[in-house]
């Protein structure tokens, strides 16, 4: 089976200035099709995020007629508008709506979905996007609407900015995206307002921004990140953050938005495969957003020097918001409009320099979490996740059904490229259910299709392992399917194994079944609200690469060797000198050596 939603990378969709007259164009013809004699242009089928989506298509006619006359867009323009006024702006409080500061206050809001009472928790996002779809026609019909439309239409938009920052509580999903667009909101209206009155939106948008969403922000891989429902990052809503972001900088020009989009650039492409792979979040496991994820991506990718496009998104959602006939719908239709407007190129080329939670070169890659644990490894076009045993995941040796992977103190990375190589050796102190304090540490290695990955630690009991993963998903041209296998060997015995027991807290990676859709039955919460990857840290036990000791190590390590990506043998030689562990394989020769005068790990490396 295909993962759903993770397809072809962004940067594959072409971004030529023709390229997008033919959306246009394309939409274009949709939305005359489509108009009512009431002037709506919703798509029929559109229930839920309803709210913003005729004025979405109406912006993206004013867009059109703005690049190409079209005499036919005028009088859909207008009479789309009209509906909006009519039909579309709410001032009567929504039955059951629980986030309101004051009742009755008369200010416009957007429905969620259009019944009274019915889902009125998602007024607030809905809301937003209306604000941000306002200023857009108002921003960009300046030739199409006369002036009583106009100021009535700011009149709403200001209505808007007022629901949300002073009737209803700031931000009551919790989540960054929505946050950012009303901050973006503001500062789009402000710019049309006059005197006074914009400066005072203006100056409440930025200090909304700095103690509303700045003063909450959540560390991650070392990074300070917006929150995004609840969690530190989503992989569908945190690339929306970035577009807005990116948004703000264009419109406000303030640097604070630029430092921001670019430690979020950062993040993004540290825990990013090589492949566009990703997984994990706070609301959704492995949904990817499509176009409203390109202008952060490419406009940050530009400014950090990475080719972030290579996010695999979900294409379906490549140009516009479309429902199951293909047909296109006008939510998040800004998006869009600003990736049209914006005349940033993808830049293409990886970043040059090594990332603490990052090791990625050719086609090869690991992205490690904030414990310097592998989130994903990608080799050989397959992606192996942490596995799971006795409720520990990750990668790390195992004793007595134990995993050491967790760290008892400061994490030490150290960098190395030499001669085709790229290195990064990882070392941890961890605590055993014996309270011995040791030292682990694993050295990845990598040519740029194969990724040799040696742990070492002082001597265990028993009989340990090397947990090394769980193959998980594998590229199949520009789409991602699921696996249970992938190349892998050891230097000592492997072993594929699957759960024995059956339950949701047992993943067996054969099953017709997702990472996300394990996750939320194993979440508190209805899928859509829960938290997938608190769910999935439920699990007890996953299918699970499990790899057996180098023969012949020095007698008082136990030191385990894989290699990802190739299915020829691998021969590890693990000997001393001195002091230094000395590791040999057929690509390369490692020394670990002692600490340095700072307490950082000494590593030499040498192809062979």
Not at 77 to 92: I, K
Not at 174 to 187: P, S, T, Y
Not at 531 to 556: C, K, M, Q, Y
């Amino acid at each position: 089976m295909y993962l759903p939603h993770q397809r072809a990378p962004l940067h594959d969709l072409p971004d030529t200035p023709e390229a997008y007259d033919a959306v246009l164009a394309d939409v274009t013809e949709q939305a005359l099709a489509r108009l009512t004699p009431e002037g709506s242009l919703e798509h029929p089928d559109c229930v839920d995020d309803i709210g913003d989506t005729s004025l979405g298509i109406t912006s993206l006619l004013a867009l059109a007629w703005e690049r190409t006359g079209d005499p036919r867009l005028p009088e859909a323009v207008r009479r789309s508008v009209d509906f909006h006024l009519r039909e579309r702006v709410y001032r009567e409080d929504n039955p059951g709506y629980p986030n309101l500061r004051v009742r009755d206050s008369g200010l416009p809001y957007a429905r969620y979905t259009l019944a009274p009472g019915a889902h009125p928790i998602g007024d607030w996002p809905s809301t937003v996007w209306a604000l941000l779809q306002t200023v857009n026609v108002t921003g960009t019909a300046t030739n199409l609407l006369d002036d009583g439309r106009r100021h009535e239409m700011l009149q709403v938009a200001h209505g808007y900015w007022r629901r949300l920052t002073e009737a209803t509580f700031f931000n009551p999903q919790e989540a960054g995206n929505q946050a950012i667009g009303c901050v973006v909101g503001g500062l789009m209206l402000a710019r049309q307002l006059q005197g006074p009155e914009g400066e005072s939106v203006r100056l409440r948008a930025m200090r909304l921004y700095e103690e509303e969403i700045r003063a909450h922000r959540v560390r991650d891989r070392g990074a300070l990140l917006p929150p995004e429902h609840g969690g530190a990052y989503d992989n569908n809503y945190g690339p929306i953050s970035l577009s807005f972001l990116a948004q703000a900088h264009r419109v406000s020009g303030e640097e604070v938005f630029a430092r921001d989009g670019d430690a979020l650039a950062r993040y993004i492409d540290a825990r990013l495969t090589n492949g566009g792979f990703d997984n994990g979040g706070p609301r959704y496991s492995e949904q990817h957003s499509g176009f409203e994820s390109v202008l952060g991506l490419r406009y940050f990718g530009r400014r950090i020097g990475s080719d972030l496009g290579r996010y695999r998104g979900d294409t379906r959602w490549g140009r516009h918001a479309v429902k199951a006939d293909g047909g296109v719908d006008g939510h998040f239709a800004w998006m869009l409009v600003w990736q049209i407007q914006d005349t940033t190129r993808w830049h293409r080329r990886p970043a040059s320099r090594p990332a603490r939670h990052q090791l990625r070169a050719g086609t090869v890659s690991v992205a490690f979490d904030d414990r310097m644990t592998p989130a994903v490894i990608e080799a050989g076009g397959t992606y192996y996740l942490p596995a799971a045993v006795s409720r520990q995941h990750g990668f790390g040796p195992v004793t007595d059904g134990f995993l050491l992977c967790r760290p008892m103190g400061e994490v030490r990375v150290r960098d190395l490229r030499v001669g085709g190589l790229t290195a990064k050796l990882v070392t941890k102190p961890v605590v055993g259910r014996d309270h011995v304090l040791r030292y682990v540490r694993s050295l990845y290695v990598t040519d740029g299709t194969r990724l040799w990955t040696t742990v070492a630690v002082e001597r265990l009991d028993g009989t340990p392992y090397l947990l090394a993963g769980m193959p998980y998903a594998e590229d199949d041209g520009d789409r991602v399917r699921r696996t249970a296998r992938g190349e892998v060997v050891s230097a000592g015995v492997l072993r594929l194994t699957h759960p024995a027991a059956e339950g949701a807290e047992h993943f067996d990676a054969r099953a017709g079944l997702t990472q996300e859709q394990a996750a939320f039955a194993l979440a508190a919460d209805p899928r859509g609200y829960g938290d997938p990857d608190e769910g999935w840290r439920h699990l007890i036990s996953s299918t699970a690469l499990e790899a057996g000791p180098v023969p012949d190590a020095p007698e008082d390590l136990h030191v385990f060797a894989v290699r990802y990506g190739s299915p020829e043998p691998l021969t590890v030689s693990v000997t001393r000198d001195g002091t230094d562990l000395v590791i040999r394989t057929a690509a390369f020769t490692a020394v670990l050596g002692d600490d340095d005068a700072r307490g950082e790990p000494e590593m030499t490396l040498r192809a062979v």
